[in-house]
């Protein structure tokens, strides 16, 4: 969805109501245990060698190198963390490693990382940062820009995006259900919003959840965990989910999880993880807070009760007959019901 101008409203975001740095707070800013919530992304894109990438964050960023092997590199910095650059090609990466350890096909490995370089994408992994000094990461961005890091808009194939991992408040049923009726019921209204690329949309990375599962989610009153767990991963056996839950449910039983997606990439963490967004960092006039402004909406929603239970009653009322709910009205009647409101 553009605007009349025909701008990307997904970088129009960033401009509205929003904290320092124009990153949007969300109504619950601490944890359980009374800290700051904290908030991780991931970048991909192109245009730049490993070396490259890590020139350009220690440019914009300060800090300290640690090589691990040719497709992975590591920067300390001072009061924020470790950054992971790293090739995003599972088996360069192991043989690598490898290389890295028995210094074996060293000199061989560096040639195939610098080709790689070309065709596979880079990733920067960002540290947790605390949730009110997401404006830290902005050199970041405006380094890699500089450098000629190049997103989304290059590839046919690779279909780079932002990955955002949002601590969750409280680890536990209540907020768990609280956040996924948000997610479900915006889900439609987040692709339009964030003009998710045509190659992301049709890549099988970041598939929306099913009609099926968004019914039966919104038809639950006040599930205890098992059955969230059971409604998930009956429907959601995947990592390829725009919000995937299963590194924050590993965190609660990462047994059950295994049991169901025998994926060793999966890493427990009390968090969400986010990958609707494209990553567009060579436009000057995007932030990693157009991104994130629009997963505060999810924010905002999660945390009006009320409206949820509304909302719900009114998605599953409007469920025709094989036909299911028109995705098109619905789109249209969440971005009504989100201005009326300003959370949009």
């Known amino acids: 969805m553009t605007n009349q101008q025909g701008q990307d409203p997904s970088l129009a975001q960033a401009?509205?109501?929003?904290?320092?740095?124009?990153?949007?707070?969300?109504?619950?800013?601490?944890?359980?245990?009374?800290?700051?919530?904290?908030?991780?992304?991931?970048?991909?894109?192109?245009?730049?060698?490993?070396?490259?990438?890590?020139?350009?964050?220690?440019?914009?960023?300060?800090?300290?190198?640690?090589?691990?092997?040719?497709?992975?590199?590591?920067?300390?910095?001072?009061?924020?963390?470790g950054f992971k650059v790293e090739l995003d090609w599972s088996y360069l990466k192991r043989k690598a490693a490898q290389a890295a350890e028995d210094k074996s096909d060293a000199e061989w490995i560096e040639l195939v990382s610098q080709a790689a370089a070309v065709l596979v994408p880079v990733e920067v992994v960002c540290p947790p940062i605390p949730i009110t000094e997401l404006g830290a990461l902005h050199p970041m961005t405006e380094a890699l820009r500089r450098a000629g890091a190049v997103g989304t808009d290059e590839s046919l194939l690779a279909a780079y995006g932002v990955h955002i991992n949002p601590e969750i408040p409280r680890l536990e049923a209540e907020t768990l259900f609280a956040y996924l009726r948000a997610f479900a019921l915006l889900q439609w209204w987040l692709v339009e919003s964030h003009a998710v690329d045509l190659t992301r949309k049709v890549s099988p990375y970041i598939d929306l959840y099913s009609e099926a599962y968004v019914v039966q989610l919104l038809a639950r009153d006040a599930p205890d965990l098992d059955?969230?767990?059971?409604?998930?991963?009956?429907?959601?056996?995947?990592?390829?989910?725009?919000?995937?839950?299963?590194?924050?449910?590993?965190?609660?039983?990462?047994?059950?999880?295994?049991?169901?997606?025998?994926?060793?990439?999966?890493?427990?963490?009390?968090?969400?993880?986010?990958?609707?967004?494209?990553?567009?960092?060579?436009?000057?006039?995007?932030?990693?807070?157009?991104?994130?402004?629009?997963?505060?909406?999810?924010?905002?929603?999660?945390?009006?009760?009320?409206?949820?239970?509304?909302?719900?009653?009114?998605?599953?009322?409007?469920?025709?007959?094989?036909?299911?709910?028109?995705?098109?009205?619905?789109?249209?009647?969440?971005?009504?019901?989100?201005?009326?409101?300003?959370?949009?």
């Open 227 to 344: 059955q969230i767990f059971s409604d998930y991963l009956e429907h959601n056996a995947s990592r390829n989910r725009s919000l995937d839950m299963l590194p924050l449910l590993a965190e609660l039983d990462a047994e059950r999880v295994r049991r169901a997606v025998d994926d060793p990439k999966i890493g427990a963490r009390p968090t969400f993880h986010y990958r609707l967004p494209n990553c567009h960092i060579e436009r000057p006039d995007w932030s990693l807070a157009a991104s994130w402004n629009l997963w505060c909406v999810v924010e905002a929603l999660a945390h009006r009760p009320d409206d949820l239970r509304a909302l719900g009653d009114e998605f599953l009322a409007a469920s025709r007959p094989i036909l299911g709910v028109s995705r098109s009205d619905w789109v249209e009647r969440m971005d009504t019901w989100l201005n009326d409101r300003g959370l949009a």
């Open 15 to 81: 401009s509205g109501p929003s904290g320092r740095d124009g990153f949007r707070q969300p109504p619950s800013l601490h944890n359980a245990d009374g800290a700051l919530r904290t908030v991780g992304f991931e970048l991909e894109f192109s245009g730049l060698s490993l070396d490259q990438t890590l020139e350009a964050l220690q440019s914009g960023l300060g800090g300290e190198r640690q090589p691990l092997s040719a497709a992975e590199q590591r920067l300390e910095v001072e009061g924020l963390g």
